[in-house]
C-alpha cells in the first residue's frame, strides 16, 4: 500500500450545510483555520449556489475573501467550492476560487430533485462551464462528485454500470479527480469493490476518490474495503458533521477523526495531528450547542471529562 | 469464505450489565424471548456472580428457571452464562445452565481489577471449575473470554505474544471457543491481523470468535477485516448496548443491527431478520426510556417516523 492518504475535508460545506442550525462566518472561519492548523491539506468550504436557494452556503464569497485579503491563511491547504453552472463559476472566479467541483449523481431522479437537470444536462452543464473557465484564462483545478452511487432515496438500486457510464463521462471532461459517493449510506464493501475496482482501472488511484456516509454504520468499513483496494483519497467531514435532508435524525458524512484514527492505526499518513482535530471539532460542538456524532471524538470527548 | 457467521449476542448480559439503569426480569425475559424471533441463536443471557457485587446479574437463576419451566421459550437458541469460579458454576449447574463462559485477560492490571485474580491464578481456576464439572457428570459446553486484547485501560498496549498465551491456554483447558476482545475499542485492522492470524493457525476458525466495542469507531472495520480472515463468530450487542465501565459516555459493544447489515451486505447468512431484530431494539430502548447507539437501528428508527 502507497503509505499516503489523501484525506478531503467536506465538513465547512457538505457537513454545516446539512446542520439544522446556520453558523456565524466568524465560526465558520474559525473552524477553518482550527482545520488547517490540524494538518488539513484539502477543505471544501462553500458552493457559489444561489442564496435564497441554500442560505447557508451564501457567505462563501466572503470566505474567499478572507483568504485573499490574508484575513484567512491557508497555510498550503487547498480550498474547494461547489459550483454548479457557468453562473457559479462567475461568481467564484471573481472571488479568485480556482479549485471547483462540480456535481452530479448516478441516479436520474436523484439529480433532478437536487440539481434541476438531468445527468446528461448536468454533464453538458460542466462541459460548457469548463469551457468557459478555458475561454476566460482560468487555470482551475476541478473535481467531480458522483452521488447516490451505493443507492439513490428515489429509485433504491443503482447499477454499476450507470455509476461508471457518469464516472468516465466526468471524467472525459477532464476532472482531476472523482469522488464516488455513498450519499444515503447503504453501501456495504462487497459494493465498493464492484465499483471502485472498475473505477480505479479507468482512472488510476490518483483520480478516484470515495464519499462514504455513516448512516447504517458502514462507512468506516466502506473506507477500508477502498483503501485496500489502492483508493487513496478519502472525503470525511470533521466531528461527522452534517446528515442526509432525506433522512432526518440520522448520522452523516464519515468522520474525520474515526478515519485518522484508522489511517494511523493502518500505517497510512494523512497528516493531519488527531488530537488537534478533536479540539477543533469539541470546540464547534460547544459554539453549535449540539454533540457530534464522531465516536472516536466521543471517546475523546469522555476522556478529557 | 464459508458464508454462514456466527453471531453471539452478548446484549442482555455484557450490554445489560453496563447500562447506567438496570431493566426488570420482566423487560429482560420479553427482550429475550423477541430476539430469538428474531433468529438469534446464541444468547449471553446473565452471569452467576456475587448479587451484592453485580446486582444487575442477581435475576440470572430466575432467567434459567423461566427456561427450565418453558416460560422462556429459546425454540433452538443457546443460552450462556458467565461463570468466574466453581462456586459461580454450583450455582449455574443448579439451575440447569450448561453453556457457561469463563472469562480473564490480557492483561494484569486488568484482571486483578476485574476479576480480583492474576491471569495464572484465573486459568488455575478454570482448570479446577472444569474438573469439577466432569466430575459431577455435568455435560457442559465452555467459552473463554480473553479480554483487552487490543489495549488495556491500566497498562496501555498489551503485546501481541501475551494474547495469544492466554487463547493457547485457555485452549488447552478445552474450551470450544475462545472469544478475543477489544474490550475498550482501541483497535484497528492490523491488529487484527497480527492477533487473529495466529489465533486461526493455532485452534483453526471454529474455535476463534472475535469481540469488537465500537468506542473509536473501527468495531466494524476490525469485524470485516476479521470476516476477511475467516473468523466465522463475531460477538455483538443488541442496539449496541452497554458501554465501557471505565470509559464513561464513550460506546460500547459493536451492535448486531449494524453487525448484521454488514453480513446481509457481504452476502454472508447469519439467519437473523435485520427488521425484527431493529423491531425488539427499538422497543427495548423505549422501555428503558433512552436511545440506543447502533447507527443502522438509528437509520431503521428515523425512517420509521
Known amino acids: 500500500m502507497a503509505d499516503r492518504v489523501r484525506v478531503f475535508e467536506v465538513g465547512p460545506r457538505d457537513g454545516l450545510q446539512n446542520e439544522p442550525r446556520p453558523i456565524s462566518l466568524e465560526d465558520k472561519l474559525w473552524f477553518v483555520r482550527a482545520l488547517v492548523r490540524a494538518g488539513v491539506k484539502e477543505l471544501e468550504l462553500g458552493a457559489f449556489v444561489r442564496a435564497d436557494r441554500v442560505p447557508k452556503m451564501a457567505d462563501t464569497p ?17 480550498a474547494w467550492a461547489l459550483v454548479p453552472n457557468r453562473r457559479g463559476l462567475r461568481s467564484a472566479l471573481r472571488v479568485g476560487a480556482r479549485n471547483i467541483a462540480v456535481f452530479t449523481a448516478a441516479s436520474e431522479k436523484f439529480t433532478r430533485r437536487n440539481i434541476g437537470m438531468t445527468i446528461s444536462e448536468s454533464l453538458r452543464e460542466f462541459s460548457r462551464l469548463l469551457a468557459d473557465a478555458r475561454a476566460r484564462g482560468a487555470e482551475i483545478h476541478v473535481r467531480g462528485y458522483v452521488s447516490t452511487a451505493f443507492g439513490c432515496p428515489f429509485e433504491g438500486k443503482v447499477s454499476v454500470g450507470r455509476v461508471l457510464k457518469v464516472v468516465e463521462k466526468l471524467a472525459a471532461l477532464g ?3 472523482v469522488s464516488i459517493g455513498d450519499t444515503i449510506g447503504v453501501g456495504t464493501p462487497n459494493q465498493v469493490d464492484a465499483i471502485f475496482k472498475p473505477a480505479l482501472e479507468l482512472l488510476g488511484p490518483e483520480r478516484v476518490a470515495g464519499h462514504f456516509h455513516d448512516t447504517r454504520g458502514t462507512a468506516l468499513a466502506n473506507a477500508l474495503r477502498a483503501l485496500e483496494l489502492g483508493v487513496r483519497t478519502l472525503d470525511s467531514s470533521a466531528g461527522g458533521l452534517g446528515g442526509c435532508p432525506f433522512a432526518p435524525g440520522a448520522t452523516g458524512n464519515l468522520a474525520t477523526e474515526d ?36 465516536r472516536y471524538l466521543q471517546a475523546f470527548s469522555a476522556s478529557c471529562d
Chains 1, 2 share one sequence.
Open 175 to 177: 476532472v482531476e479527480q
Open 259 to 294: 478515519l485518522v484514527y484508522l489511517l494511523d492505526g493502518l500505517g497510512l499518513r494523512s497528516g493531519i495531528d488527531l488530537t488537534a482535530l478533536c479540539r477543533a471539532s469539541l470546540e464547534l460542538s460547544r459554539r453549535m450547542e449540539r454533540p457530534l456524532t464522531s
Open 62 to 78: 466572503q470566505i474567499y475573501r478572507a483568504i485573499t485579503s490574508g484575513a484567512l491563511d491557508l497555510g498550503g491547504a487547498r
